[in-house]
């Protein structure tokens, strides 16, 4: 099923949910009509308050978390019990100050996940407490909370609560799989959400945004040690991208290679092989190493940071910084892209002798290219969470990007909007 059926179907449920006395005897009303539980601040999903996602010092490896994810379990088997929630018609996009007969239905949907109070009203305008709760809903998701009911927005929030539960339940192996000693000191790269965490002694001191791999060239899971920081790092293609991408982009404009500043060497001799010389109507350039030179260009741009791993992958920084600011950042061929990548560098060379911010800034300013190793590896882990709780009440989800949590809903392509 497309994300467009998906929505068109949603959207046809939610109008016959809403016609007649149906609508009436919906759970979502029962739980309208039921007592509170408590004040605002202790319903299910309510504590994010005005609080940013990544502002928590909290490491989503925390040991807390197992513990949340089976409160929020619980949670979600009593919405699952109580009928789950209602879906809200994706015909029109909704946005503070709008009057729709959606509106009522997105409250009941809101309310069902926590994220508006009860006592919010059943009113048709999508008024301060609707636009508040819709932003809290989109932090959760890691969406812009913006407030507007998007495309994006309509298709998280018509997952139906029993697949959120079983996303929970899933997550939940996983993390416990994750729950011993980690180290002092570690790199997490969660890929689902395109974020990194760098912790140290149980506390999240950086969190940065990344971008991951594409569908059909993943980032894959591994944990590894960070041993080596390359500032002004030469690229070296990969085979895969050569055949995939330089070779047919040769094929289209031959001054590809010269304008990007990357030679052609025999690997066995080290000699320089002139891009005319090789025949791109075939795949010979595989044969040969492709490398680009340090610089602002440069594929990795200032930095490299390396760790072992069988599919040879790594961490890196990017002359393309505008893609950190798109909602679905799965861009690249496998490798993971770093923003503000020299904050993690200082941090990982903070136990290097000489290696300052100062230094580093001054290397990187050189265009030299500077190999660097760690005098104390750091473990890096490469995980994949789609759906995690680092405080009481307050779920996280996000997009099942490469399909491993097994379900249609989760796994759509919010690209095809």
Known sequence: MKRREFLAAAAGMATTAM????????????????????TWNDEFDSGRGDNPPGSSS??????????????????????????????VPANEKLRLGATSPNVPILRRRLIASGDLPRNSGNSDVFDSWVNGAVRRFQGRHGLPDDGVMGNYTFAAMNVPANIRLGQLETNLVRLRTMSGYLGDRYVMVNIPAAQIEAVENGKVAQRHTAIVGKIDRQTPILNSKIHEVI??????????????????????????????????????????????????????????????????????????????????????DTPQQS??????????????????????????????????RAQIESTIASGNNTPI????????????????????????FRDDIYHRDGVEELALDTTAL
Request: aromatic share 10%; proline share 9%.
């Open 19 to 38: 016609s007649g006395k149906a609508f009436a005897q919906n759970p979502i009303d029962a739980l309208l009509q039921s007592p509170r539980r408590g």
């Open 58 to 87: 909290v490491p989503i490896f925390s040991e807390q978390t197992p513990y949340h994810i089976e409160a929020a379990i619980a949670d979600y088997q009593q919405i699952v019990a109580n009928g789950g929630w209602p879906v």
């Open 231 to 316: 500032l002004n790092p030469y690229w070296t293609s990969p085979k895969s991208i050569i055949q995939k991408d330089i070779i047919p982009l040769m094929r289209k404009d031959p001054t590809y290679l010269t304008r990007n500043h990357i030679r052609i060497l025999n690997e066995a001799t080290g000699e320089e092989i002139p891009p005319e010389a090789i025949d791109w109507n075939s795949d010979e350039a595989v044969n040969y190493m492709l490398r680009q030179d340090p610089g602002k260009i440069n594929a990795m741009a200032s930095t490299k940071i390396n760790f072992n791993n069988p599919h040879a992958v790594y961490m890196h």
């Open 323 to 356: 893609l950190f600011g798109k909602i679905e950042r799965f861009n690249s061929s496998g490798c993971v892209r770093v923003q503000n990548v020299r904050d993690l560098v200082a941090w990982l060379l903070r136990d290097a002798p000489g290696w300052s």
């Open 373 to 396: 190793e760690l005098p104390n590896p750091v473990p890096v882990y490469f995980t994949y969470i789609t759906a995690w709780s680092i405080e009481p009440g307050v779920v996280q």
